[in-house]
């Protein structure tokens, strides 16, 4: 029977069978060695085919997917951890503070998402936390990337109506991500009564939150709405991608590069007569960008 991957707790998934039953499904061990390099070969939103033994369920395949999105394993770096398949919308939860998202962290997982052709947008909570100074760095943030086409929204997820949130979320299956502490559980328990998250304090010492979200699992806010909540996120790991194909994962340099000297074989670092660089220095190409750019090519930026 085909059923919908709806919780992965790494060894056990829970399914939503054809017929609404939910299922505890284990994987048939060959699945496992079948030249698979991520951590966890099947995810949350993955279809895939059932069969029971007794009370349990056992994965027998796993169904071609849409699209997904990975990131580095952390403990192992030559693997890939799969955080969700079959996704309409990439979300990232940012707050200027308690704790602060850095825009190296943003852009990694922009980056990621558009090398897996999925879809992009920010929510900027804890509004009423703001300080002037975070009002400015945020306003340019969202100047950044709202001219890039990657819709912002802003709340106070504890005294907001979350009635942007829902119109950016409608109809899509829309993977949640963002730092521990920013909020994202407290967002999604109220967007719909079905989810009940824990909830923990931010530490006044540390500006950071808890792991209160141990594994990714799907929610069905209504009929045709559904997020994948994921665990907090300390750093984000790029996978697969060859230092001349990073550019092509920013919009707004990947139509530059045929106009550079060395074309697609610029990595618009030290090269000359680079049209990117150009833009970086008219205006065209934000210079945050470009500077999370060339520490992603370098490979020595904070993945925080």
Sequence with gaps: M?????????????????????QSCRVRGKLRLEGFKETNPIAVGD???????????????????????????????????VLAANIDLAVLVVTMSMPRTSSGFIDRFLVTAESFDVPQALI????????EEDQ???SELIATYETLGIPCVKISAVHDKLTPVMELLSGKTSLIAGHSG?????????????????VAEISSFSQKGTHTTTF????????????????????????GMKPEELSDNFPEMR??????????????????????????????????????????????????
Aim: a positive charge; charged letters at 25%.
């Design 255 to 304: 139509n530059l590069r045929a106009h550079c000297k060395f074309g697609y074989r610029c990595l618009h670092f030290n090269e000359p007569k680079c049209a990117v660089k150009e833009a970086v220095e008219n205006g065209a190409v934000a210079l945050s960008r470009y500077e999370n750019y060339l520490s992603m090519l370098i490979g020595e930026d904070n993945r925080k």
């Design 2 to 22: 085909k059923g919908l991957v709806m919780r992965s707790t790494g060894m056990w998934y829970d399914v939503l069978l054809e017929d609404n039953r939910m």
């Design 216 to 239: 990714a699992e799907m929610f069905g806010v209504d009929d045709k709405t559904f997020v994948i909540d994921t665990p907090g996120i300390k750093e984000w790991g790029l996978i």
């Design 124 to 131: 900027f909570n804890k509004q009423d936390l703001l300080t």
């Design 182 to 198: 920013v909020g994202k559980s407290t967002m999604l328990n109220k967007l719909s009564p079905s989810i009940q998250q824990s």
């Design 47 to 81: 279809y895939v085919d059932v069969e029971t033994e007794g009370s349990e369920g056992v994965i027998t395949r796993i169904h071609e997917r849409k699209n997904h999105i990975l990131r580095q394993s952390v403990k192992k770096t030559q693997h890939a951890h």
């Design 136 to 138: 400015g760095l945020q």
